[in-house]
């Protein structure tokens, strides 16, 4: 069965919870699910589809916990496929700016992106691993059919 990394910035937990959700998912739809709260490069599979969910905190920042993640992909180079969901509250100037981040820095690394960023707003989806499930389910189905 193929693998996927779940990699997760989060300083609250809301985070967790949609990466939690979706490897929940994992499994019903073939695929295996590692889930990184504490990412390091060391630990992860380079070669298997990532999928990088954060949200963002500060003024536009990354969450403390995907911080030094972050900065050992500045210096790496990829080839797997990703996808990026993002938390955020539109209320602020810089919405969503840390998972944009992390997805500019995965462009960079040559890592191949399925879809441009899908960000949620917590102000309207109270709920946010319900939206989420819903959004990447079709592509973690690709994922696995095309493993098959
Ligand atoms: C102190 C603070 C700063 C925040 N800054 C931003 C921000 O700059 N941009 C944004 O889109 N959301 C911002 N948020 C909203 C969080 O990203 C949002 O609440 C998210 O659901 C938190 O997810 P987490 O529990 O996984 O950390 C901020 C929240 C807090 C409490």
């Known amino acids: 069965m193929l693998q996927v990394e779940i990699i997760v910035g989060s300083v609250l937990g809301a ?17 295996i699910a590692n889930v990184h709260f504490s990412p390091n490069l060391a630990d992860i599979n380079l070669d298997a589809p990532w999928i990088v969910c954060s ?37 602020y100037d810089t919405y969503c700016q840390g998972a944009q981040t992390l997805y500019d820095t995965l462009l960079r690394t040559g890592a191949n992106a399925l879809q441009v ?22 592509y973690l189905t690709a994922l696995a059919a095309n493993e098959a």
């Open 15 to 31: 985070t967790e919870y949609v990466a939690d959700a979706i490897a929940a998912v994992c499994p019903e739809i073939g695929l």
């Open 117 to 138: 960023p899908y960000l949620v707003d917590v102000l309207h989806h109270p709920i946010p691993e319900d939206v989420v499930v819903a959004w990447i389910t079709p």
């Open 55 to 91: 949200s963002t905190h500060g003024a536009g920042d990354l969450p403390d916990n995907i911080h030094a993640f972050h900065k050992q992909l500045q210096d790496s180079t990829l080839a797997n496929p990703f996808l990026v969901v993002g938390l955020g509250d539109s209320s």
